[in-house]
């Protein structure tokens, strides 16, 4: 039987890539192959969901499959390079070092390392998968010789989703890690702008971890002093899924400011709780939110404030742009990826080896 494995440099609970492995190792096993996860750090509560990187090159033969995901520099690349198979990438995007270069050294220099991973990789596969049409276009210019996209599989379920309902005053969010290119510190002077002239007691939680990022955090506190408005930012850091959920649920906004994200997932959970989205126009958020948020182009804080004010204040503006998510939500649903995995073992000429062949449908 030909298997399909999956290689990832980490596999840890909540994140974003470790969910995409997850749900396609289902996908691959539910279409008849043989498929199991590969990690180098295994993240003790998913022991047995995974396998050490270094027992995948015994285990497949030239006719299987792997797939590296790729977003960060990582030791696993060099196993991937050696494989004796067939090689697929699928690239999450990589943040470009200079984000990280003040804030965090070693990050940048894994970013870096990541880029050169890319560059020697991207010509030796058979294909490339990218999160987005932004990430599969850095896949053909580093030289990829077939690219496809298939956005990542998201696992909504864990954040048991429901129409927000906001108590109390406006309350804006957005859930990322605190980093440079997620310019959390721009939402803080937006917060300030909608302070100062029109919603007074408006607040912003910042979900997210801050790993390596921690004169960042620092940071934003600071500016949030600053600008008189700490009483009204949260930094929680990084929450489990039951609280993220229910601060999800008790937001009225979700608001982005990012420079750079490949995908975007923080956008498909803020439409689950039945979120208008408000984002900044940048790389891949613009494919991602389709017509179902606003899209501003400026970094103007006092824009951003109008705009948000009015979604809070017009009803019938909020509830299209509520049904649009909804709507756009259907585009990444279980019924979405499998259409999109079957294009993949078709693009690999692997349908009816694994079991019946796959066709697409929906």
């Not at 995948?56 to 990582?74: C, K, N, Q």
């Not at 998201?154 to 129409?163: E, F, G, I, K, T």
């Not at 500016?223 to 609280?243: I, T, W």
Request: overall charge neutral; some cysteine; hydrophobic content about 45%.
């Amino acid at each position: 039987m030909t298997a399909i494995h999956q290689l990832l440099p980490v596999f840890s609970p909540g994140d974003a890539i470790g969910q995409a492995a997850h749900r396609m190792r289902s996908a691959f096993r539910e279409a008849g192959f043989a498929s199991e996860i590969f990690a180098e750090e295994i993240h003790q509560h998913l022991l047995k969901e995974a396998r050490a990187a270094g027992e995948l090159g015994g285990r497949v033969g030239a006719r299987d499959v792997v797939v590296y995901h790729l977003s960060i520099g990582a030791p696993s690349a060099q196993i991937f390079a050696g494989l004796r198979c067939r090689r697929v990438i699928v690239y999450h995007n990589i943040t470009p070092s200079p984000y990280y270069r003040t804030t965090s050294p070693r990050v940048a220099y894994w970013l870096d390392q990541g880029r050169r991973d890319l560059a020697r990789l991207a010509p030796v596969v058979e294909l490339g998968i990218g999160d987005s049409a932004y990430n599969a276009a850095e896949l053909r210019a580093a030289g990829c010789p077939a690219t496809m996209v298939i956005p990542p599989p998201v696992d909504l379920a864990r954040l048991s989703p429901h129409p927000a309902r906001p108590a109390g005053p406006p309350r804006l969010i957005f859930v990322s890690r605190l980093a440079p290119n997620k310019r959390q510190e721009e939402l803080i002077r937006v917060l300030a702008a909608l302070r100062a002239g029109w919603q007074q007691e408006a607040t912003l939680v910042l979900p997210g971890g801050w790993n390596d990022t921690e004169a960042y955090a620092a940071g934003l506190r600071r500016l949030s002093m600053e600008l008189g408005v700490a009483g009204a930012v949260e930094l929680p850091g990084r929450r489990s899924d039951r609280e993220l959920g229910d601060l999800y649920a008790g937001a009225t906004v979700a608001v982005c400011a990012s420079a750079h994200e490949g995908f975007g997932m923080h956008l498909l959970e803020a439409w689950a709780f039945d979120l208008p989205v408000v984002a900044r126009a940048a790389a891949a958020v613009p494919e991602t939110v389709g017509d179902a948020g606003i899209l501003l182009e400026t970094d103007d804080p006092l824009v951003w404030a109008a705009v948000i004010d009015r979604v809070i204040r017009d009803a019938p503006l909020r509830h299209l742009l509520i049904e649009r998510g909804r709507r756009r939500l259907g585009d990444f649903s279980e019924a979405a990826l499998k259409v999109r995995v079957a294009e993949l073992l078709n693009r690999l000429d692997l349908s009816g080896q694994g079991g019946p062949r796959v066709a697409p449908r929906g």
